[in-house]
């Protein structure tokens, strides 16, 4: 196959994950590969390994137009717009709809776990994403990522400077996933895509409760860190003292009510089966990261 791939939102981290895999881990010839971002000149060294590198923003629809052209399979990477009023919808449809008007053989998309279920505040922009790409009647696939190691991050290193953590989570677990076995296992199936339009869900090989990730965070750093369970208005009414902007609040205590319901526990074997690789564990990702974490 010598169909050219391009990767919107390049110069994020996963979108640059995938184009690393798509050279490295696929051997897919750098003239096959376009990157798309609304800053091209961050990517000048994937221009001088072969790359091309074109402007796409999704904000510009005339742009798209442009960006798209001669592009065989297009992902759709979601974008970061989480304004709550419909900017990501927007520009993940005009994204699509410039693809498929552009001649797109196939359409990507990057979603979360059982949009339709999910208390995600921004489940239903992924679901509606997820439908305009159904909608466009081409070949299609959907990765619908669960939430990356990555995210601990946010919450950890703080956490660990008090020794509590504050979550509303309960006992819902969270497949956690290493964003860069999502963009090997994103690449392997753009590389080599199925003979049917499918959905992937992209997890880990395990749900950890916090209580479970605590106790993993425990024995890696050697630190103290007691989970503290409070109620979704419990923890609003923590992350609003702290002092963080009232418009994310929702957003933020959703991720927990979605772990509290199960919209993040779902484990499925598709990154490795994918990524012909083993994934990496939370605990090894601890490890890797504990100076980090701990501060
Ligand atoms: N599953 C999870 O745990 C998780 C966590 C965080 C985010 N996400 C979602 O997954 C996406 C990729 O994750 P990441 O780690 O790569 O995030 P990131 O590094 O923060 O990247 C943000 C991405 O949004 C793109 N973007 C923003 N505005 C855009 C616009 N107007 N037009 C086109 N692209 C636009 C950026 O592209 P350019 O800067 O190259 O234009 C970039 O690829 C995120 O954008 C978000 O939707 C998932």
Redesign the pocket.
């Known amino acids: 196959m010598s169909d050219t791939i391009f990767v919107?939102?390049?110069?994020?981290?996963?979108?640059r994950g995938v184009i690393e895999h798509l050279l490295a881990s696929q051997s897919i010839a750098p003239s096959r590969i376009i990157a798309g971002?609304?800053?091209p000149e961050t990517l000048a060294d994937l221009s001088a390994r072969g790359v091309a590198v074109r402007k796409?923003?999704?904000?510009d629809q005339q742009g798209l137009a442009e960006a798209f052209a001669g592009a065989d399979t297009v992902l759709v990477?979601?974008?970061?717009?989480l304004d709550g009023a419909g900017t990501r919808l927007r520009?993940h449809r005009a994204a699509i709809a410039a693809a498929r008007d552009a001649g797109a053989k196939r359409i990507a998309y990057?979603s979360?776990p059982d949009p339709a279920a999910s208390k995600v505040t921004f489940a239903p922009d992924h679901l509606k994403s997820e439908e305009a790409v159904k909608a466009t009647g081409l070949p299609h696939l959907i990765f619908r990522?669960?939430?990356?190691q990555e995210?601990l991050f946010h919450s950890l290193p703080n956490a660990l400077k008090g020794g509590q953590w504050y979550t509303s989570a309960g006992q819902g677990g969270t497949a956690f996933v290493a964003?860069d076995d999502i963009a090997a296992a994103i690449a392997a199936a753009l590389a080599n895509p199925p003979a049917a339009s499918t959905t992937y869900t992209l997890t880990g090989t395990q749900a950890y409760t916090n209580d479970e990730v605590a106790a993993l965070v425990r024995e890696v750093t050697g630190k103290p860190l007691q989970v503290v369970h409070l109620t979704d208005e419990q923890l609003a009414g923590g992350i609003k003292a702290a002092g963080l902007p009232e418009a994310i609040i929702p957003t933020l205590v959703s991720f927990d009510t979605a772990a509290r319901a199960g919209n993040l526990a779902a484990v499925t074997g598709d990154v490795e089966t994918l990524s012909k690789r083993k994934s990496k564990p939370l605990k090894a990702f601890l490890e890797e990261n504990k100076a980090a974490l701990a501060g």
């Open positions: 919107t939102g390049a110069s994020g981290k996963l979108g971002t609304r800053h796409a923003d999704f904000d990477i979601s974008t970061d717009a520009q990057t979360l990522n669960s939430w990356y995210n964003r």
